[in-house]
């Protein structure tokens, strides 16, 4: 948490130093600072997926951790269950994965789901 605090902070500081740059340096770091943020602001997801039948929600967030950036998932199906799947792992693409086996697997063991539904969707 606060290293995503001091990573805010820089690029905040950035911003509002860009202005006192001399004017023909302004326009370059309005364009590194565009970049940054968008970058950063892509760090964060959040959306909805379909799961045997019911509509889920899911949100991604980073975490750094030992200098290392790690993407934390969590998942859970309003109107179905109050059940909640969650992971950390250093891959964006696949934290989404991760969550929603996490989610399965708690499904199956509270009873939600049979096994041959579990079994099926986790080997898709």
């Not at 998942?75 to 179905?80: L, S």
């Not at 059940?83 to 693409?93: D, F, H, K, N, V």
């Not at 708690?106 to 939600?112: D, H, I, P, T």
Request: proline share 3%.
């Amino acid at each position: 948490m606060r290293q995503c605090v001091l990573l805010v902070s820089v690029l905040v500081v950035g911003v509002l130093l860009a202005p006192f740059a001399p004017q023909c340096h302004a326009q370059g770091w309005e364009t590194l600072v565009a970049g940054v943020s968008s970058q950063l602001v892509s760090l964060w997801h959040q959306g909805e997926l379909e799961l045997m039948g019911h509509y889920c929600n899911f949100q991604v967030k980073p975490k750094i951790r030992r200098w290392q950036l790690y993407f934390v998932g969590s998942m859970w199906c309003p109107g179905w269950t109050n059940i909640r799947g969650s992971a950390q792992t250093s891959s964006r693409s696949g934290v989404v994965g991760k969550t929603t086996t996490d989610f399965v697997r708690k499904a199956f063991r509270a009873g939600l789901i049979t096994q041959q539904d579990a079994q099926e969707w986790l080997d898709n």
